[in-house]
């Protein structure tokens, strides 16, 4: 009994030194390319070296970190191609959860969803005033709930462990011109495509929503560059 006690508290330290180094990757507070130090990770977690090399390896399959053998760990590359990929394969998804949400979600499922939105749209500050990054938050909740009424697990953890990966840029996509004027009317006809369970109007949707120009994809990579590296709010 004691033994399994003392596994259990070691995997609950594992998987708090993940969501922490997780916590750090998601915001490049690990430079695009820069080997990671284990050593100095463990000491300014306050942990030993195996919680984080097991962290690492974790991330590293999440598409966080890349290994390079007898070398280490290295944080993962911001390129104008990578971002776009995301969006791509995000958007894929995200039709795909829209059509099973729209054949297998009850009329109660689809009314809690779109309030999580819709709350949000009632008192619509003025442009200047907003938390993009609270919007953010909102936005990727709200994307969240139609996976999880799509009754699909698999595509709502591909879809979870993709916001994880692109959530730096979401942020940044939301704050930029050509989506803030456009994220609250692109919500409303998606939540009405979603109530009609119109499969077709709201894939389209979707598309319209997510997707990311090769253009757009450099404004955002750029935006994200100047954060990491002059600290730009």
Known sequence: MVAIKKKSRSADSVE????????L????????????????????LGVSRTPVREALNRLSKDGFMNF??????YSRDLTPEGVRELYEVRMVIEQSTFRFAC??????????????WEEVSQH??????????????IDERFH???????HNSRLYEM?????????????????????????????VDIIAALRQRDIEKGV??????????????????????????FGKP
Do not use: C
């Open 25 to 44: 990757a998601i915001d490049y507070h690990f430079r695009p390319g820069e080997r990671v130090n284990e050593v100095e990770l463990a000491a300014q």
């Open 144 to 150: 969240m709930e139609i996976a999880r009424i799509s």
């Open 159 to 187: 879809l979870d462990s993709l916001n994880s990966l692109s959530r730096f840029f979401r942020r940044i996509d939301l704050e930029t011109p050509v989506r803030r004027n456009n994220a609250y009317d692109e919500h």
């Open 103 to 116: 054949q297998r979600a009850t009329d109660e499922e689809i009314a809690a969803t779109t309030a999580i």
């Open 124 to 137: 619509r500050p003025p442009q200047n005033d907003q938390d993009w990054a609270k919007i953010a938050e």
């Open 204 to 229: 389209a949707l979707i598309e319209q929503h997510i997707s990311l120009s090769a253009e757009h994809a450099i404004e955002v990579t750029k935006e994200g560059l100047a954060r990491i590296y």
């Open 16 to 23: 708090k030194v993940y969501e922490k180094v997780k916590g």
């Open 68 to 73: 390079v053998p007898n070398k280490g760990f």
